[in-house]
């Protein structure tokens, strides 16, 4: 993910990567963007599976693509400019570290880590019970040019190796040990 281009934006393209369920919060947002034209991306398997492919039939700024594997979350993000975490309930989620990693913007509910996660970026809160809030921070994204957009999204992936890349967590745990346990201090 860290490997995927930050791109100039011409119009943004959204994007959903989770369990299709009821606390996931997928439903109430794909019929908003049922009743837009902007582009939306829809990956994952769930139990609301068959209840979102009814709502976008004829829908044709809507995409499902299905369950991912690690090996092709490339392309998802290659598809999306903005993740949404519309989550009811969440301890993470892990879908955010993904997004931040590949320099993507986030819409998010505050809920799990996301908060925490977020806190020093600029940042996209919307109400999962109110689609009016979703529609402001859409329009307020949608008033940035090109620059800022790429300027988001390159703060994204620099929190993300900052706080959460594997080197970091590596050198946090290590330094977390040494406080905790004697030991020698190898580099392998």
């Known amino acids: 993910l860290l490997a995927l281009d930050i791109q100039s934006k011409t119009e943004l393209r959204f994007g959903y990567l989770e369990r299709l369920s009821e ?11 049922t009743k837009t034209d902007l582009p939306f991306v829809i990956a994952g398997d769930g139990i609301q599976k068959q209840q979102l492919l009814e ?11 299905g369950l991912l594997t690690n090996d092709n979350l490339n392309s998802f993000f290659d598809e999306i400019d903005v993740l949404i975490i519309p989550s009811y309930e969440e301890s993470g989620p892990l879908v955010g570290l993904e997004a931040m990693a590949a320099g993507k913007i986030i819409i998010s509910t505050k809920v799990g880590a996301m908060q925490e996660r977020l806190n020093s970026l600029t940042s996209f809160w919307f109400n999962i019970e109110n689609n009016s809030t979703l529609q402001a921070v859409i329009n307020e994204l949608r008033n940035y040019n090109t620059k800022e957009l790429d300027k988001l999204s390159q703060e994204s992936r620099e929190k993300y190796i900052e706080q959460y890349s594997f080197k970091t967590i590596a050198s946090k745990y290590k330094e977390l040990l040494k406080g905790t346990y004697a030991f020698e201090d190898d580099e392998d």
């Open 23 to 33: 606390e996931k919060g997928i439903i109430p947002v794909v019929d908003f963007f």
């Open 55 to 65: 709502m976008i039939t004829d829908k044709p700024n809507c995409k499902y693509i």
